[in-house]
C-alpha cells in the first residue's frame, strides 16, 4: 500500500494552523463587536455597533495580509498579522467607517420607511446599497492587504467598479458572509473559533480574483 507522503500531512498541520491563528487573532481584534453581539439587542445597540464593526476592518485587513503571505510561503501566523495591521491600520480603519456608516443609515432606513408608503420603493434599494458596501468594503480590504502601497481613494474605485463587474463573485462574496452570520446566531462559539477563518480565507480569495485586473495592473 502506498504510504502517504509527509507533505501531505505538514500541509494540513499548517492549514489548521493558520485557520486556527486567524480565528484567535480575529476574535481578540473585535472582542468588542462580538460582546455587543452576544450580549446585547442589535436593533437597539446598534449605536455602538456602529464604530466597533468599523475598528474591526484593520483586523481583516490583516488577515487578508497573513493569507497573502501564507500563499508565498510564509508559516507564521501572528507575527505578520500584526505587521501587516500596523502597515493598513489607519487605510482599513477608514475603509470600515464608510461601510459602517453606510450599512447603518441604510438599515435604519429601511426599518424606518417600511412600515410607509414609500417604503415598498425605496427599501431595496437602500437593500442593494447596504449590500453593494458591505463587498465593496470587503474587497478594498482585499486590496489594500494585496497592494499596501495603494491610495485608498484608489483601492475603492477599483473594489466598487470590479465588484460591479464580476457580480458572481460579489454575490458569492455576500453568500459566505451570510453563512457566517447565520452560524453565529445558531452557534457563537463555532462562528468565532471554527469557521471564522475559513470563511474570510473565502472572502480574500474571491476578491483578490475580482481585484486581479487591477493588481495586474499596478505591477
Known amino acids: 500500500m502506498k504510504r502517504i507522503p509527509h507533505s501531505f500531512y505538514s500541509a494540513i498541520f499548517h492549514t489548521c494552523y493558520l485557520v486556527l491563528g486567524i480565528n484567535i487573532a480575529l476574535a481578540v481584534s473585535c472582542l468588542p463587536l462580538i460582546v455587543l453581539l452576544v450580549t446585547t439587542d442589535p436593533s437597539l445597540s446598534w449605536p455602538l455597533m456602529a464604530p466597533a464593526a468599523a475598528v474591526c476592518a484593520p483586523a481583516l485587513g490583516a488577515a487578508f495580509g497573513v493569507f497573502r503571505e501564507h500563499s508565498d510561503g510564509e508559516r507564521s501566523v501572528f507575527r505578520p498579522f500584526l505587521r501587516t495591521y500596523r502597515a493598513v491600520f489607519w487605510r482599513a480603519l477608514a475603509v470600515g467607517a464608510i461601510t459602517s456608516a453606510v450599512v447603518t443609515v441604510a438599515a435604519v432606513d429601511v426599518f424606518v420607511l417600511v412600515p410607509t408608503g414609500v417604503g415598498a420603493l425605496v427599501a431595496p434599494l437602500l437593500v442593494v446599497l447596504a449590500l453593494l458596501a458591505l463587498v465593496t468594503g470587503a474587497t478594498a480590504l482585499v ?77
Open 143 to 219: 486590496g489594500i492587504a494585496e497592494a499596501p502601497a495603494a491610495r485608498l481613494s484608489v483601492a475603492l474605485r477599483a473594489a466598487l467598479l470590479l465588484a460591479v463587474r464580476r457580480w458572481p463573485l460579489a454575490i458569492g462574496t455576500l453568500a459566505v458572509i451570510g453563512v457566517q452570520a447565520i452560524i453565529f446566531v445558531q452557534a457563537p462559539a463555532i462562528a468565532i473559533g471554527v469557521t471564522a477563518g475559513a470563511v474570510w480565507y473565502v472572502v480574500w480569495s474571491g476578491g483578490r480574483y475580482t481585484l486581479q485586473p487591477a493588481l495586474v495592473a499596478a505591477a
